[in-house]
Every structure is written in C-alpha cells, then in structure tokens.
C-alpha cells in the first residue's frame, strides 16, 4: 500500500506557532520568531507534506508562510471567518 499524503494545520498568534501534521498523533509548537520559522520550516521540510494550511492572523502568518513558500512547501492562509462559515462552493 503506498503511502498517504501529509497535511499540516497551523494555528497562529503573536507569539508562537502551534502545528499538527496528519499523520502524528501530537502537536508542536515553535515560538513566532524568526529562528522559530526556521525551526518549522526545517520540520516541515523534513515530513514533506502535500498541503500547509495556517489562518489568517492580523499579519502574524506573514512571515510564516512567506518562509514556507520560499522553501517551496506548498502553503495557503485561509481566512478564518470563511473556514467557519463552511464549505467554499464554485461554480464552472
């Protein structure tokens, strides 16, 4: 059986980054900082995952998600308001 693609869920604030990957049982936390950055994207890095997704925190995902996307890890800001709002519906 092959193997399952990694997803990555990140909860932002001020002062640090919280993040779960699918196939672990436990959660991470890294400080908002920018040695804390490296320390996820080098995580991150490692798991290779299929999709990064972080909420939108007033700016503190911009340097995040930016250090991500550099490393070339395929990541999205999702607006929360939108997440709890429910499924997004497009139309062809």
Do not use: C, W
């Not at 399952?4 to 959660?27: N, P, T």
């Not at 250090?67 to 429910?86: T, Y």
């Amino acid at each position: 059986m092959g193997e399952s693609a990694v997803y990555v869920g990140v909860d932002v604030s001020k002062h640090q980054l919280d993040y779960a990957l699918s196939d672990r049982e436990e959660a991470f936390t890294v400080p908002n900082t920018e040695a804390g950055v490296r320390d996820l994207v080098d995580a991150l890095r490692e798991a290779s995952p299929a999709l990064v997704v972080m909420e939108a925190t007033g700016g503190f995902e911009v340097p995040a998600a930016g250090a991500l996307a550099a490393a070339e890890i395929p990541v999205v800001v999702a607006n929360p308001r939108q997440v709890r709002d429910g499924p997004v519906r497009f139309s062809v």
